[in-house]
């Protein structure tokens, strides 16, 4: 007790520490997150604002070169007119397809650019060492059929800077069609925005930087870094994980607030990250952990040695208490281990006392009197259980001895085979088959299917079973049997069980066989060489219901090598774990896929496939299956 209510205690201090600091962090990280936010989102805008005069320009420049007429010259003039009344673009540029401009030109390109005095200076890129159709700012925008910002580059045969291309695509109808006419593009100077992301200050140590869209460090503190590494290049040299992970939200175009270390000072960093929309580049805004949270760590040290203090001066109070309540509880523990061994006659101690000592020790003695009583009852519901089990079994073999199981059954007969199986759903069922010679040259086969399973169906079954031994009689008409069967059963039937019945009667010197039908599934019939199909049986209604009820016999001939294939509906009804039957088509095709086995293969292989097909699930109604093949 002194244990638990010093660990409780603690576990207690430890939750209400643990939320104060947790909260506290929260309301800092929350307010850290907040700044982040703001500075960086202040810089984002800053920069898209540039950005988006920037792209208006070449935007109109464009919209102007598809609708007006122009010359040389005034093409000229209003390219210097665009570099020289906008300040923030560097540089303008209208990159012409070849022949484009005029048949007799292949490449044509004037370019207007700044030089660090601001005179405005003029370069045709269509000379042949420039070769601008194969520059990123050309061929993507092409591609694209958009405007397009690209990567940071150096241009090294144009402006000679640092830069960033907006590029713009114009067309021209020409016969009819809309073709490609050229490339607009504005250029801007990377030096300002390196300017306007080096001057974001976060304490002592933090700051930003700028990545484009491909992961390429636009700006940074470490100058060595700009231009010349990828944000993934430096997080596989370092093998850090989460810079890589960064990396690859901010390309993607997402914002966020996370935990990762510096780059430059190697510290743990809250890090805020926001896309610039018009080009896809993402800036970062980095706080140093340590200094945000020096404050909270001392407080929470402080906390911690008067919540130790707390805990001793309550570990001793609990001690007193403790040794005044566990005295009579020992006594108690010590008799409960007596009756944990088996002993149920052991005295309780005696507690005059209505407290929890006195309802517990009362509270035992009746537990002990309801385990006597339960283990009594147990013992006799086990031998009961296992005397209904023993007599099922019993009854499971006396069930399966009724019906013909040694197989071939009459091995001095060559003239047919005969097979069959039978498997109760529980450990006794209502189907059955039998079979048996009448005189020479005749063989009666039945298969049916008692309602219901359990010992009713299987006491149903047998009772079927032996009035058909009893009233078959060589020469005797099938429907005649099913008569005399069908009131047999009708008297005395309070239950009113009935059971489906399907029998034949093979003369198996001629192949003529007479059958009739008791409302069972019509059997398969597989003539040799050829795909099986369903004989057509005449009406009868189920036997063991309506005392006067008729039956009618067909005949049909069979020939050496045909096959008859009979079976319960256990068989076609059989469910799998979707609830879908097997079905007619199944078995169909399997009998269809065994045509030339032996009747005992073919019989196997069916059973084999219903069983396949439930995968493992329990039978829904008993199956039995027989088949026979006239051999002549």
Not at 387 to 403: N, P, T, Y
């Amino acid at each position: 007790m002194i244990l638990l209510c010093t660990v409780s205690s603690a576990f207690i201090f430890l939750i209400v520490f643990s939320y104060d600091y947790f909260v506290s962090r929260r309301i800092i990280e929350s307010d850290i997150e907040n700044q982040a936010r703001t500075l960086a989102l202040a810089t984002v805008n800053r920069i898209e604002t540039i950005l988006l005069s920037v792209e208006k320009v070449p935007e109109n420049l464009s919209s102007f070169l598809e609708k007006g007429s122009y010359d040389e010259r005034e093409l000229l003039e209003l390219l210097r007119t665009v570099v020289e009344r906008n300040p923030e673009i560097y540089g303008a540029a209208v990159a012409f397809e070849p022949h484009r401009f005029a048949k007799e030109i292949p490449y044509f390109a004037p370019y207007f650019y700044k030089e660090k005095n601001g005179n405005v200076q003029f370069l045709d890129l269509g000379n042949k060492s420039y070769k601008y159709i194969y520059w990123d700012w050309y061929q993507i925008p092409k591609e694209l059929n958009r405007p397009q910002w690209t990567e940071p580059y150096f241009d090294e045969g144009g402006g000679n800077i640092v830069m960033a291309t907006y590029s713009v695509p114009f067309y021209k109808k020409v016969g009819g069609k809309r073709e490609l006419m050229g490339i607009v593009t504005a250029d801007i100077s990377l030096t300002w925005l390196q300017e306007a992301v080096s001057s974001i200050k976060v304490l002592e140590t933090g700051y930003g930087f700028l990545i484009s869209r491909n992961g390429t460090l636009v700006t940074h503190p470490l100058k060595n870094l700009i231009m010349n590494e990828t944000i993934f290049g430096i997080a596989e040299a370092r093998e850090d994980k989460d810079l890589r992970e960064i990396g690859r939200k901010m390309i993607s175009g997402g914002s966020g607030f996370i935990l990762f270390r510096s780059i430059v000072s190697g510290k743990n960093c809250w890090t805020y990250y926001s896309p610039i929309p018009s080009n896809g580049w993402s800036l970062a805004v980095l706080f140093p952990q340590d200094e945000l949270t020096a404050n909270i760590y001392r407080l929470s040290q402080i906390v911690i040695i008067l919540g130790v203090i707390g805990l001793l001066m309550l570990a001793l109070a609990v001690t007193l208490i403790a040794r005044s309540i566990t005295r009579p509880l020992k006594a108690m523990a010590r008799a409960t281990e007596e009756i944990a061994t088996g002993n149920l006659d052991i005295e309780l101690p005696v507690h005059r006392t209505k407290d929890e000592v006195g309802r517990l020790a009362d509270s035992f003695s009746h537990m002990k009197t309801s385990l006597k009583q339960y283990i009594k009852e147990l013992t006799e519901t086990t031998a009961a259980k296992e005397r209904i089990v023993s007599e099922l079994k019993v009854a499971h073999d006396i069930q399966m001895s009724l019906l013909p199981k040694h197989f071939p059954p009459f091995p001095e007969r060559k003239e047919f085979d005969i097979f069959a199986i039978l498997e109760p759903a529980r450990e006794v069922g209502g189907d059955l088959y039998d079979f048996f010679l009448v005189g020479d040259d005749h063989l009666f086969f039945v298969v049916g299917d008692v309602s219901g399973k359990g010992v009713p169906a299987a006491i149903f079954m047998a009772v079927g079973k032996t009035l058909l031994n009893r009233l078959v009689e060589k020469g005797t008409d099938p429907s005649h049997v099913l008569a005399k069967v069908n009131k047999e059963l009708c008297r005395g039937n309070e239950s009113a069980m009935f059971v489906t019945l399907f029998c034949g009667m093979l003369n198996f010197k001629t192949g003529n066989l007479l059958f009739s039908n008791a409302g069972h599934n019509p059997p398969l019939l597989v003539r040799s060489g050829q795909k099986p199909e369903w004989i057509k049986v005449p009406e009868g209604f189920i036997l063991g219901c309506i005392e006067d009820a008729t039956y009618k016999t067909e005949m049909i001939v069979l020939n050496p090598g045909d096959r008859i294939f009979l079976y319960t509906d256990g068989v076609t009804e059989a469910m799998n774990r979707e609830k879908a039957f097997y079905s007619k088509e199944r078995l169909t095709s399997a009998v269809e896929k065994e045509k030339n086995a032996s009747v005992e293969a073919l019989t196997h292989e069916v059973f084999r496939s219903v069983k396949v097909f439930t995968d493992g699930e329990p039978l829904s109604d008993d199956i039995t299956l027989l088949a026979i093949q006239f051999n002549g």
